[in-house]
């Protein structure tokens, strides 16, 4: 939920607060009069010497703050009993949604109902209970269409023995008819049912349930659906449309009316047509995608908060445009005029006002919907598409499938429009011919794919169903049953590659299946996802060829899949992936160039390489069966061939050309085949120029026909017409005379791969087309590029691929890439040898980049395990340098010497202003070790504080650490929960507060440590110290300089000796930790930070003082505490402290357990109270935002709204506090906050100020006084 829905938060919460009984109404009119009476007096009697200067100052903060603890003690009544229970992850939404379909998939308990259609003009439906609501309108033809049916879908979410079957089959459906509106309802069993749940709340018992609603419903209704956990999904209905949701997906399946449609988290989309009238579509945290069906304009308001908007509209869309998107991301594909945001489409018309968080997009919908007042529906006749349609021939011949589109059964089929970009504005720079035909078993798809002459296609992909789209590529988009929406997808490279898969869904663009090239982008849950089975088989047949300017390829898709289909229609569309590489004299670019292509374009800017939108698909419809001579052609005349002759060839023997020409005695053609059968010629890699001539054959004297391909016909140059003027019921017979220029060829008689060693000699024959035969020199070195460029793309960077001839046996020789030299830089006390060996790479083997990769983590893990010295690798790679192929390591080591240092500032009354620095000294003089100490003196006391240790490391993965240390400091009694120190610095030096005690400790520390990851500690000490006395040698502070302090507590000074046992942990995704001088070595103090959202921090400990140890003081103490940070959803989060502490003998003063105060009881004053055992509570919900102030850095700004309930007991040695264990002996108080805080990027820890006002709940009423606490972090 988003700080836009606080107004709705705090209805919600007014509600709640009238059914609560009155008393509450009471007890905060008294508060409030307690606070504006008593706090100035008060504050006088306690400071009278700057009570006058505080007394205006503080009406504000108290009126604002009995405002803001009314608002918190809402919050309580309502989240306490709602919200506690949320979800902790911020994807609660998309979790809760997968659980209710995994539900579904269950056996469901189900209730029907039907009520008559007369007089109900609308359905409301406030479903409180997770779960559905599905609304499909039903045709006018079917026999119950006056009858409105409701079925209810009962399911239990969460295993609970007492919600059984009987329980369910109980929960009754309900409608009632009232001024036209028919209102469903659904109740739970009555009250003997509620018995058997053993006293759970109805809310409890709701949260365990999904309900899902299945309304069948004649379509012209208006509907009115509150929605709070689930999804609404409405078909083809005409009316009033009014949702709110609090969080769930809304889809609009080709509805028609006005929009008032509210989401709180979750996305909208579908398509819609628009009546006359205001129309409000919003979602608070997510996307809308909606395509307008038909060009009726009305005002249209759409708000995606936190989310994009993608609208598709008609291209003579007319309306008044305004738009507002926060990262200025704008794409308008439509005839339109926008200046600063604001502007007109189409001339203009009802405003259209769009806003978003993320992108808006507004593009063309290429289908546009007939404009019917009768009925909505979705059949293919109603449909007005700018898509492109082709009708495509039946072939009576089937084509082999070899690649090669110079068959004579292809000059008979249908071609395809140019490709165009996706947008559809110009035609591709790389041309891409597709020719279709089809016949009973199969549809035939052939494609000529053209690239430039100094580019080699990319290719890297071999097996079945592989990542295909990551090279050159043609993909096929196929739906032979437009009716339902399943359709298939196939994709092909140059080496004949395929990936095929069925898809159910066409969704969001999956990254997936983006070229290498495309940035990724997190996927957004709120979004329809795309879904696809690539298990799926088309048992489609595929082959491909290369030639120099072009590669091709054949596909025989079978028609097993087809539904029956009178229309005789599917849908197809066709799309290019161009990635190519450039050839630089004999190497080539490693970057590849891209571009996307389309037969139908996508009219999509943002994803241009995403062809899923059926929509956006053309149509094939199956032409009836032509004969060899397609009767499609308008032509006039026929030729059939009496001969052909070749002239000019040199190298090729005729009858090898013969027998590749698709041309032979017998053959009739018609003037555009033989016009396609010159390009087929010149597209041969053998020939740099062909000429093509036809004689006549006129009785006994021919006339010479030479073909003019400036034209679409054959003209006779030399009869003056008359050819012309022959019957069209026989073919001319003629001679066909083909002249060629050859280009360098060369025969093999043989293909020999050597050198090679991860491949198959024959694979590489098979995917490269090399098999014995007639080559053009520029073939053979385009595939010796393609060879070399397949290895660089498999993970060989140092390939390189040569050729020659050999007694006419073409060889090509693979080195597929070999290391000369290994260098390691970075390095100074790690040795060469020990990097080399660690590392362990041969030289003479074969290098790859996996092989680079998986010696590296090796090098790593052996460093990290066997060498203190090492720190990281910071990067690797490969380059070719000075004719040598090298491999580069760099790495880093630990710094020699390692100095770091802090500085010490505080006051305080014992010392006065104290100063002092401390610092560490890493070093490796023995492998690891740190030195340590401090210094600091009180200008007041004269005393001087110290501590000087030193610890050495063992093992790298699990750090254990030993050290010893001395120390003389000044420590505080209230032991752990201290303020911060610079809250009671400030504190003292500024007002004079004397809230803390302080004593003298001096002695020695020896321990061990062992560090688990970056977040947990165990620590064993031993500590021997004296306790001594400290005395107040300062009264001074900024305010009230002349006011005598309290003076510091007494203790019972003597000798302590302990061992100590510690268990540190810390799970938060936010952590901050501190230093203290207090603490020698290795220690994991953890404190709060403004920032953490979720996680877990805890701390375990044990001491045992005295006894055999000797030293003053005998006892056992055992200490816990656990933190538990929880997100409900959006800022709304719920953060829990326990701990607890035990001591079983009476512990010295200077070690007694406190509770009271801004760390533990904040109703109290501090330390209160005080035992030898303690347990304490702290509730806290927290509402939270931040703003980010750069998004290329992790630095934002952020407040907080918090409110509390803290409690806790403190008891004495020799009290027992579970003999007359009572709640209500139990110290409370209750209270709310609110925080500022900045958080500095990298690793600093958030500067923040928060305010507080806590009542305590353990005295009279009428002495209630409300504390007003200020601090500079968070509690806990």
């Known amino acids: 939920m988003s700080v836009l829905n606080l107004p709705r938060l705090l209805r919600v919460c007014l509600l709640r607060y009238q059914r609560i009984k009155i008393g509450i109404s009471g007890m905060l009119s008294a508060t409030y009069l307690i606070i504006t009476n008593t706090i100035s007096s008060n504050f006088a009697d306690l400071y009278p010497h700057t009570a006058t200067r505080f007394n205006l100052i503080l009406r504000l903060p108290i009126k604002l703050g009995y405002y803001l603890f009314c608002f918190v003690l809402f919050g309580i009544c309502l989240f306490s009993t709602q919200l506690i229970e949320a979800a902790e992850d911020e994807t609660i939404g998309a979790q809760r949604s997968l659980s209710f379909k995994e539900q579904t998939e269950s056996p469901a308990l189900t209730t029907s109902q039907t009520f008559s259609f007369d007089d109900v003009y609308r359905l409301e439906l406030d479903l409180d209970v997770p779960g559905n609501i599905k609304i499909v309108a039903i045709d006018s033809n079917v026999e119950d269409k006056d009858t409105i049916s409701v079925t209810l879908e009962k399911r239990v979410m969460e295993h609970n023995a007492l919600l059984t079957k009987t329980f369910l089959e109980n929960i009754t459906l309900t409608g009632v008819k009232e001024d036209g509106t028919l209102q469903l309802n659904s109740q ?30 004649p379509p012209d209704v208006s509907v009115q659906l509150k929605v709070k956990n689930g999804d609404v999904y409405l078909h083809h209905l005409r009316g009033k449309i009014n949702i709110t949701s609090e969080m769930g997906r809304v889809h609009l399946d080709e509805t028609l009316g006005n929009y008032h449609v509210e989401v709180q988290q979750g996305g909208i989309h579908g398509k819609i047509l628009l009546a006359p009238g205001q129309n409000k579509i919003k979602t608070h945290n997510g996307s809308i995608d909606l395509t ?84 909505i529906s979705t059949t293919q006749n109603e449909l007005v ?62 494609a000529r794919v053209y690239i430039q002459d100094t580019q080699i296609p990319r290719v890297s992909q071999t097996q079945l169903d592989s990542p295909i789209w990551e090279d050159e590529s043609v993909e096929i988009l196929l739906d032979m049953n437009p009716e339902t929406e399943p359709y298939s997808h196939l994709i092909v490279n140059p080496i004949g590659g395929l990936f095929d898969q069925w898809v159910t869904k066409e969704g969001f663009p999956n990254f997936r299946f983006a070229p290498t090239g495309v940035e990724r982008e997190p996927i957004d849950d709120s979004i329809e996802q795309f879904k696809g089975d690539s298990s799926w088989n088309s048992h489609a047949k595929v082959a491909t060829q290369i030639n120099v300017n072009f590669w091709s390829f054949e596909i025989a898709i079978p028609r097993k899949y087809e539904r029956k289909n009178e229309a005789g229609t599917w849908l197809f569309n066709i799309h290019r992936k161009a990635q190519l590489k450039s050839v630089i004299g004999e190497d080539l670019n490693p970057s590849t160039q891209y571009e996307y292509s389309y037969w139908s374009p996508m009219y999509d800017e943002e994803y241009p390489w995403w062809p899923h939108w059926k929509e956006g698909m053309g149509k094939l419809k199956l032409g009836a069966e032509q004969s060899p001579i397609s009767a499609s052609y308008e032509v006039s005349e026929k030729y059939k061939i009496s001969a052909v002759e070749i002239e000019g060839n040199k190298t090729i023997p005729t009858e090898v050309l013969l027998e590749k020409i698709p041309i032979a005695p017998g053959n009739t053609f018609t003037n555009e085949q033989l016009t396609r059968l010159i390009v087929e010629l010149e597209n041969f890699d053998w020939f740099q120029e062909v000429q093509l001539k ?32 022959l019957p069209k019921t026989e073919p001319v017979k003629v001679t066909v005379q083909i002249n060629i220029t050859e280009a360098p060829v060369k025969f093999a008689s043989e293909i020999k791969i050597n050198g090679h060693r991860s491949f198959p000699a024959q694979f590489i024959k098979n995917w490269f087309d090399l098999s014995p035969g007639y080559f053009a020199e520029t073939n053979i070195k385009l595939k010796q590029q393609m060879i070399a460029d397949f290895y660089i793309n498999r993970g060989f960077p140092f390939a390189k691929v040569t050729h020659k001839f050999i007694n006419n046996v073409l060889q090509y020789h693979v080195n597929e890439g070999y290391l000369d030299e290994i260098q390691f830089i970075g390095n100074r006390r790690i040795s060469r040898s020990e990097l080399k060996s660690a590392l362990n790479i041969n030289t003479d083997e074969v290098y790859f980049h996996s092989l680079g990769q998986a010696r590296i983590n090796q090098l790593r893990k052996e460093l990290s395990k066997n060498n203190e010295a090492f720190k990281s690798i910071r990067d690797w790679h490969v380059q070719r340098e000075g004719g040598k192929n090298m491999l580069i390591v760099d790495i880093e080591e630990e710094p020699f010497i390692k100095p770091g240092w802090y500085p010490i500032v505080g006051f305080n009354r014992v010392h006065g202003l104290v100063l002092g620095a401390g610092g560490t000294l890493s070093t490796h003089f023995t492998g690891e070790e740190q030195l340590f100490g401090s210094i600091s003196g009180g200008f007041s006391s004269k005393i001087l504080n110290y501590t000087l240790g030193v610890e050495k490391s063992f093992f790298k993965r699990f750090p254990l650490a030993m050290g010893v240390g001395i120390f003389k400091l000044t420590d505080v009694s209230s032991k752990a929960y201290r303020l911060l120190p610079t809250e009671a610095n400030l504190s003292a030096a500024v007002y004079g507060f004397a809230l803390e005690d302080y004593y003298q400790r001096q002695g020695e520390q020896i321990w061990i440590a062992q560090t688990f990851g970056t977040s947990s500690l165990l620590r064993l000490e031993f500590t021997q110290e004296d306790h001594d006395n400290l005395s107040k040698s300062t009264d001074w502070s900024y305010f009230d300089r002349n006011l005598l302090k309290r003076g510091n507590a007494r203790i019972e000074h003597g000798h302590l000796k302990a061992i100590s046992l510690d268990y540190t942990f810390d799970t938060r995704d936010r952590k901050s930790t501190m230093t203290r001088a207090q603490n020698l070595g290795s220690h994991l103090l953890l404190w709060p930070n403004e920032r953490t959202r979720r996680g877990w921090r805890g701390h375990f400990g044990m001491e045992m003082a005295g006894g055999s140890l000797g030293g003053k003081w005998t006892f056992n ?25 035990y001591s079983d003998t009476l512990l010295p003063r200077q070690r007694l357990l406190y509770l009271g105060g801004a760390t533990t009881l904040r109703g109290y004053n501090f330390n209160t109270f005080a035992g030898d055992k303690r347990i304490l509570l702290n509730i806290e919900y927290r509402f939270l935002q931040e703003t980010r102030f750069n998004t290329d850095i992790d630095a934002v700004f952020g407040w907080a709204l918090s409110s509390f309930f803290d409690t806790g007991q403190v008891w004495q040695s020799d009290e027992n506090p579970f003999s007359n264990f009572s709640l209500a002996a139990f110290k409370s108080s209750i209270g709310a906050g609110i925080s500022f805080f900045i958080s500095p990027p990298e690793d600093f820890q958030p500067l923040s100020v928060s305010v507080e006002i806590a009542v305590p709940l353990n005295v009279e009423y009428s002495l209630r006084t409300p504390r007003i606490i200020w601090r500079l972090e968070r509690m806990f």
């Open 188 to 217: 739970l069993p009555a009250e003997v049912f509620k018995k058997i749940l053993e006293g759970q709340s109805e809310f409890a018992i709701k949260k365990q349930l999904h309900l899902s609603y299945i309304i069948k419903t």
């Open 292 to 375: 307008v069906l038909d060009n009726l304009a009305a005002p249209l308001d759409l708000s995606a908060l936190e989310g994009v908007i993608r609208l598709l509209l008609p291209n003579n869309y007319a309306a008044d445009v305004e738009l507002k998107s926060e990262k200025q991301l704008y794409i308008i594909n439509l005839p339109s005029e926008i200046d600063n945001n604001v502007g007109i489409m189409n001339g203009g018309g009802p405003l259209l006002r769009l806003t978003a968080t993320e992108a808006i997009s507004v593009l063309p919908n290429p289908r546009l919907r007939n404009q019917s007042e009768n009925a």
């Open 385 to 446: 598409s700018t898509a492109p349609v082709l009708s495509i021939p039946q072939t009576a011949q089937s084509p082999i499938i070899d690649g090669n589109l110079s068959e004579t059964v292809w000059l008979n089929a249908a071609a395809l429009t140019a490709f165009q970009n996706p947008t559809g504005t110009e035609t591709a720079e790389n041309p891409t011919d597709v020719y279709l035909m089809w016949d009973k078993e199969n549809l035939y798809v052939g």
């Open 694 to 725: 036809t004689t006549v054959l006129e009785g006994e004297e021919p006339k010479s026909l030479p073909i003019d391909l400036s034209g679409a016909a054959i003209k006779d140059t030399e009869s003056d017409g008359k050819i012309g003027n």
């Open 1117 to 1141: 103490f055992y200490k816990f505490e656990l933190v538990r940070y929880t997100p409900l959803f959006g800022p709304h989060h719920l953060n829990i402290r326990f701990s607890g502490d």
